[in-house]
């Protein structure tokens, strides 16, 4: 019997999972500089796999049967369909680093497996000669929790894993792997639903970081057993849906992104996002203000132009914000600062409770951190109807500003997204960045001098290009449009604040 590494030890079994964890990440943390190629799960027997190379050992002999009928067929179909039909490269070949066959392995096992299952290889570049950090790895899977039903989603999710390893086993960014690993499985397994489970834990801390993930101390500062990264699926999902045809095509494209000859860290996770979106997202800030976008639509809040399976979701899985904004009567204007400030590619919401004049369009405006770009993305839903959305971003100390056509809305939903410093690197740290929010009711929002953002009914569109071409929509003087409607005193306040704003914004320290 191998001897099991002491750093196995140290994996985390998470307590009231609502099914088993995979432990690749915490592998890839305690392992991912040793090219030690023992460690391989102990097993008395295997079947192997007439159509591909594919060998599945198992610990007990009485498995010998559940290997061939179970694993065997799951492993089958996740080969066929990640490899076959959507063209991601066969795994590594394990040769004579730790595997005895050119088979690839999985193992039945309850080694470390904790109810799950993880995927690891030796560190070490099988291919030295190509354009990828091939690492040749083998699936472990748990011989007593899985059942069989759900054998076919570890089994897809694991196995996407290698294939990861395949193009770009140096990666850093563990975000990357799991919420492709997790979108791969209901891609290839569509009917279970597995990854719906773990939506809620990405949703709940939307001011997160895309380059954390649940063993980051930001994260755990909320949630010491969060499923972040795997919840993460919906990051994932969200570039097949708006920019792929959801057939697991466009993950593949973001690992070949992600890819590199040696063990080097770029191109990194934004690299790759900065070319997710092709022509109708070109910048990788275009990229995530979309999924700031499509995270709003979830649950009771998916308005059937979003997410495919968003309506199915659970309520729970519904974007978390801070606390709502009132704006009625004579209170039509506010500023407040976050609970929770974003970190780097992350993003605070608000919800708008809404009075009975919806005439008046709202106006919101963001006044952030210097050090960090800034978007916005404004919701308004509508009954019977995709909801209205506009979108804007702004370089580091410009000014950031839409209205949002509040006619027929039925809910109100704003979210800021710090865009990072320019040029964001995933490595090294992604601090907190404040931000204050101002909304006030203007009179037009089509005027020239409006700004307006025009996104609006078309959700998947970006954010219009401006002569500098970043994308932004710097918007409007908010003082600048015609005020018909007569103001409050507190919009009268609001506007003075507008304008101490305004010049802060206009003379960046
Ligand atoms: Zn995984």
């Known amino acids: 019997m191998p001897v099991v590494p002491a750093f196995f030890a140290v994996l985390v079994i998470q307590p009231a999972l609502a099914r088993g964890p995979c432990g690749t990440l915490q592998l890839r943390e305690e392992r991912k500089h040793s090219a030690d190629a023992s460690g391989r799960p102990d097993s008395v027997g295997y079947v192997d796999s007439a159509i591909y190379p594919i060998r599945v050992h198992y610990r007990r002999a009485e498995d010998a049967d559940r290997a061939a009928t179970v694993v065997l067929p799951a492993a089958e179909m996740a080969w066929e369909v990640e490899v076959d039909q959507m063209g991601w490269l066969e795994p590594t070949v394990d040769a004579d680093i730790g595997g005895d066959t050119d088979r690839f392995d999985y193992y039945l096992t309850n080694e470390e497996t904790a109810g799950g299952g993880w995927t690891w290889g030796p560190y070490r570049d099988v291919y030295a000669d190509d354009d990828y950090y091939s690492i040749a790895a083998f699936v472990a899977l748990d011989d007593r929790y899985i059942t069989d039903h759900d054998m076919p989603d570890f089994v897809a999710h694991e196995f996407n894993h290698a294939l990861q390893y395949r193009i770009d086993g140096a990666e850093a960014t563990s975000f990357v792997w799991e919420s492709t690993a997790e979108a791969m499985e209901e891609l290839v397994v569509p009917d279970s639903n597995l990854y719906v489970i773990d939506i809620a834990d990405f949703n709940d801390l939307p001011f997160e970081s895309l380059l954390f993930d649940g063993y980051s101390d930001e994260v755990t500062a909320y949630n010491d057993y969060s499923l972040y990264e795997y919840g993460g699926s919906i990051a994932g999902l969200y570039l097949e849906q708006a920019y792929g045809t959801n057939d697991g095509t466009t993950l593949l494209q973001l690992w070949l992104d992600l890819a590199q000859g040696g063990d080097r860290t770029s191109p990194d996770y934004i690299d790759a996002l900065a070319l997710a ?162 909304l006030t009711r203007t009179s037009d929002v089509s005027g020239e001098d409006s700004g307006d953002t025009s996104a609006e009914d078309h959700p998947d569109s970006p954010a219009p290009e401006t002569k500098a071409g970043c994308g932004c929509a710097t918007g409007s003087d908010p003082l600048g449009a015609p005020l018909g409607a007569p103001l409050t005193g507190t919009s009268l306040l609001a506007v003075a604040a507008l304008t101490m704003l305004r010049r802060r914004n206009t003379h960046p320290s």
Do not use: C
Not at 317 to 324: G, I, K, T
Not at 372 to 400: F, H, I, M, N, T
């Open 277 to 438: 979106g092709g022509d109708a997202a070109p910048t990788y800030e275009d990229v995530y203000l979309g999924l700031a976008e499509w995270r709003m639509f979830v649950a009771d809040d998916d308005d059937g132009a979003h997410y495919l399976e968003a309506a199915d979701w659970p309520r729970a899985a519904r974007v978390a914000r801070e606390p709502d904004l009132a704006l009625s009567g004579a209170e039509a204007g506010v500023s407040i600062t976050p609970v929770d400030a974003p970190y780097d590619l992350g993003t605070s919401y608000f919800d708008v409770a809404l009075d009975a004049d919806m005439t008046l369009p709202l106006h919101v405006m963001v006044d952030g951190d210097d050090a960090s770009q800034w978007g916005v993305v404004a919701a308004a839903w509508q009954d019977g109807a995709a909801a209205r959305v506009v979108k804007a971003r702004a370089e580091a100390g410009a000014p950031l500003e839409v209205d949002l056509d509040l006619t027929g809305a039925t809910q109100v939903r704003i979210g800021v997204a710090n865009l990072g410093a320019p040029n964001l690197a995933a490595g090294g740290r992604h601090p907190r960045r404040d931000f204050t929010l101002t």
